[in-house]
């Protein structure tokens, strides 16, 4: 053929990391049959969903089998009950979200991928190690990227100091519980990136995907801090709060206030949604109210609590081994440094064949993961303490 293909894609890495580690898995299992291999790598939820989504679920579903309530299309920025129960959900957090600033979709990664959409030829600065869709999403579009490195020493928390150039109008991507450090900003320093912004009339994206594990006195959204209405929009899923990564419903928050070029991102935004993408489905979006509803919010804080428990065991474990580690508390990340200064795919390897407990090499996030590991909290409790014992002897 003679067209055009987007040579940008040639810039992106290969996504090897999980295909990598299932072929690794493989071998290691034909190898040894009779060995029992504990999975601790996947970042997806086990638990099902909590029955009063079930229920709201099979509601809607009948609904749409009868005449006097079938519904067709859906809004393309969600009904408008759904995006009260988020504007409520804000309302719960302590801040004011107009239910017209939600724009609701069917996940947040295709929302994290599809606001470059909008966007045009920015800086884009972006922390390292990271959830690699903002990289990947940036350089499909052929964009220049700054990559802020996280480390022991900050937290796996950079901050705007760190970056050394001048910048103005960059877009800034941040994650907070992270993925993969479960790391989380604390006030001050989601402050600090929201003064930033304000200054150097840059936007900040700020992926709140995993807010539903905060427990401590941290951010759960960015709104909490004064002037991100001006400067910050927020992505939020309902995958790990309600367990919907199989069913798929997100939002996105644009505060009416935020404007460039004379334009406001909310309708381009609006423009953008209402071209490419048709909304989501009535029983999805009943169903993702349901977990909003205050008995649907104890049935998802259960399910949260069950997995925080794993990622408590592990941080004991790590403790008591002097191994350094971020998240485990407010997040259902454990983000370890390899011992013994072992590389990322090292210390899989060794896991593997010493423990059987497979993990994540941190290297697949980028380079400031190399020397580091995820483990995730979403097995079973009776799988991780398991895993527990078998680290003790290990370790
Ligand atoms: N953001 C982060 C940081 C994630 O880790 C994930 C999924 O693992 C997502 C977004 C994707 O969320 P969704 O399932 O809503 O697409």
Redesign the pocket.
Known sequence: MKIKVNKNFENIKETYLFSEIASRVKKYQQENPDKKIIRMGI?DVTLPLPKIVVDALRGASAEMGVKETFRGYPPEYGYDFLKEAISEHYKQIGVNIPSASVYVSD????D?GNIVDILGDNEIVIPDPV?P?YVDSNLMSGHKITLIEGNIDNGFLPLPDQIAHEVEGAVIYL?SPN?PTGAVYSHEGLKAWVDYALKTGSMIIY?S??EAFVVEDVPHTIYEIEGADQCAIEIC?F?KFAGF?GVRC?WTVIPAGLEADGIKISKLWSRRQATKFNGVSYPVQRAAESALSTEGKEACAANIAYYRKNASMLAVLLKSKDIKFTGGVNSPYIWLQCPKGMSSWEFFDFLLNEAQIVGTPGEGFGKSGEGFFRLTAFGTNEATKEACERLDKLL
């Not at 996940?107 to 295709?110: E, H, R």
């Open positions: 970042g996940g947040a990664k295709s994290l959830y869709v994650c993925n992926d995907a995993y899923s995958s990564t997100g």
